[in-house]
């Protein structure tokens, strides 16, 4: 795996992007920010993006509506997701993966578990 691959951080914190985008450029990723879902499609669409990480609650578009967005486009059918939520409820996990996520974490998540989750998933799309 190139270390460079490029991940788009998508939340309406500031705070909680500059804490991601701190870990991931640490392990040499190459990071893109957006606030809400609208920015996030303006961001995919002119980027070569690898994964992306978005929150739930956001302004202008939500997770779930950006994930349905995403996943209505062939280009990006097989981008990993990973949704992140201050909710843990079984229902929006649920709803999350029904809707093409291919991970649930909860916030805040732990460095570690960030990072190997992101490392798993950017490996899984690769042949050996």
Do not use: H, W
């Not at 993006?49 to 950006?66: C, F, H, K, Q, S």
């Not at 992140?84 to 999350?96: F, H, L």
């Not at 093409?100 to 998933?121: S, Y």
């Amino acid at each position: 795996m190139s270390m460079s691959s490029t991940i788009l951080l998508v939340d309406d914190s500031p705070t909680i992007l500059n804490i991601l985008q701190m870990i991931l450029n640490q392990e040499g990723f190459k990071i893109l920010t957006a606030q809400d879902g609208v920015e996030a499609l303006e961001r995919l669409a002119g980027a070569e993006v690898e994964l992306m990480i978005a929150d739930i609650n956001m302004p202008r578009m939500d997770g779930y509506t950006l994930i349905k967005e995403i996943r209505a486009r062939s280009e990006y059918q097989t981008l990993p997701v990973i949704m992140i939520s201050t909710q843990d409820r079984e229902s929006d996990r649920k709803r999350a993966l029904d809707l093409g996520a291919d991970l649930f974490l909860r916030k805040p998540v732990p460095p570690d578990d960030l990072v190997a989750e992101v490392r798993r998933l950017l490996d899984s799309g690769r042949p050996c």
